[in-house]
């Protein structure tokens, strides 16, 4: 079975640009989590949507949005963007319960120059 | 508000050493506890978890117990090898938050080196 697959695996765009985040989520999960990490840091919660709606946000500024697609796929948004956003975009999915697992991607490293 | 800390890292050992790296929470609540791995230039993989007081999690001989008292789940293991090199991230995550709510809280990471 597939794991959870994120496109594009790196990205460098200019300051001011927006950019788009694809995640495919474990096959049956319908959960799916965004985190970013800075360099050195550990992963900060961005978002979390469950069948369709948004279940949880983070403390990130409103440049930064997401949404869940029928066949439960994700896309991260962020405008306008910062050098400070440099970093990698992790998506995580699972099935929804009390003690499952959350499963990540391999990231998505973005650049921003 | 949920918090873990880690401690500061980077840990250098030698093949075949001990192994200890402390975490501790803050939560409201009663959380789940993980332990993650980061290999280079990969994502997270959950190494091991526990969900209640007492239990213990463990995986590829690592260990981690839940203390409620102390609130600590602290990683062990008794012998570490040079493919353990990584870095390791406590993690927790409070049940039943919200409807469909999932949401893990990590602690900043600890690097770990094992040289031969």
């Known amino acids: 079975d597939a794991g959870v697959t994120q496109s594009p695996t790196h990205l460098i765009k200019t300051r001011g640009q927006q950019v788009t985040l694809r995640c495919s989520p474990i096959s049956g999960h319908k959960s799916v989590s965004w985190y970013q990490q800075v360099l050195g840091q550990g992963p900060q919660f961005i978002f979390q949507y469950y069948e369709k709606e948004e279940r949880g946000r983070g403390n990130f500024p409103d440049r930064f949005s997401a949404r869940q697609f029928p066949n439960y796929s994700s896309e991260l948004n962020v405008n306008a963007l910062l050098l400070g956003d440099s970093a990698l975009y992790l998506c995580?999915?699972?099935?929804?319960?009390?003690?499952?697992?959350?499963?990540f991607g391999q990231g998505t490293r973005l650049t921003v120059v | 508000g949920n918090s873990v800390t880690q401690m500061e890292g980077p840990v250098t050992l030698s093949e075949e050493a001990f192994l200890t790296i402390n975490c501790t929470y803050t939560a409201t609540g009663y959380p789940s506890l993980f332990w993650y791995v980061q290999y280079p230039g990969e994502g997270l993989q959950l190494l091991l978890k526990?969900?209640?007081?007492?239990d213990k999690g463990s995986n590829k001989g690592f260990e981690a117990t839940y203390r409620k008292e102390t609130t600590s789940f602290h990683l062990e293991k008794g012998s570490v090898q040079v493919s353990d090199s990584a870095v390791y991230f406590c993690a927790l995550r409070i049940p039943n938050s919200g409807a469909g709510s999932y949401q893990l809280t990590f602690g900043k990471g600890t690097k770990l080196s094992v040289i031969p």
């Open positions: 526990a969900t209640k007081a007492d």
């Open positions: 995580a999915s699972s099935l929804q319960g009390q003690n499952t697992e959350a499963f």
